[in-house]
């Protein structure tokens, strides 16, 4: 069973679209956090979601919308979509002082 | 100047070579991780680190916080640990600050 599942894997969409990036997991973890890599494979964190609070929310334009639903989704809605936002998201969970588990990622290409 | 720094950034050894991996950190911390990216794009968690050192298998990892450093070991290379590794540090507040990675090749 995979742990933190991410759809879809791939996404190529055209500029000024809006999509959206599901996530869920299914390891009980009280956190989730959405994470971009750029071209040259830089992660950076975008956002995390504790019990259904944002606790953190980096310099990311808000076009990009974190939406909880319940403690195991977390999935990342784009307004607008620019060809700078071609990068690969991951999703990720993690329970309090413990370890990350990542999902596969989603490589989305904005054309 | 990037908050996480590793060294090198690129590693090219023969396999059963011990390889390691530096990441050096200049805020403070709540726990370090380090992190192991395959060429198929996966990430996968490999310790998370407070103090003191962790051994997984061929993998051992160290930090000193006092010096803000951390080493990544692998003994016995073999190309199937060819990946990117990957520092990160989490901050109190939770928030993740990520090294640039260094790439791995083991040739066989």
């Known amino acids: 069973d995979t742990a933190v599942s991410q759809t879809p894997k791939y996404l190529v969409t055209q500029m000024g679209n809006d999509k959206s990036i599901k996530c869920e997991q299914n390891?009980?973890?009280?956190?989730m956090y959405w994470y971009k890599q750029d071209s040259k494979k830089f992660l950076k964190i975008m956002f995390s979601?504790?019990?259904?609070?944002?606790?953190i929310n980096e310099t990311v334009p808000n076009r990009f919308s974190p939406k909880s639903p319940d403690k195991a989704h977390l999935n990342l809605h784009i307004n607008s979509l620019e060809l700078g936002d071609s990068a690969v998201y991951f999703c990720?969970?993690?329970?309090?002082?413990?370890?990350?588990?990542f999902g596969s990622g989603t490589r989305l290409t904005v054309v | 100047k990037n908050e996480v720094e590793q060294s090198p950034q690129n590693l090219t050894a023969q396999e059963g070579e011990f390889i390691t991996i530096n990441c050096s950190y200049s805020v403070g911390i709540s726990a370090l991780h380090w992190l192991q990216q395959h060429p198929g794009g996966g990430i996968v968690s490999l310790f998370m680190l407070s103090s003191g050192k962790k051994k997984h298998g061929r993998l051992i990892a160290t930090i000193n916080i006092q010096e803000k450093h951390s080493s990544l070991h692998i003994t016995a290379s073999h190309p199937r640990d060819s990946a990117v590794y990957i520092c990160?540090?989490?901050?109190?507040?939770?928030?993740?600050?990520f090294g640039a990675g260094t790439r791995l090749t083991v040739k066989p």
């Open positions: 390891l009980g973890h009280d956190t």
């Open positions: 990160a540090v989490r901050s109190g507040n939770n928030d993740m600050r």
């Open positions: 990720a969970s993690s329970e309090r002082a413990r370890g990350y588990t």
């Open positions: 979601y504790n019990n259904k609070e944002l606790i």
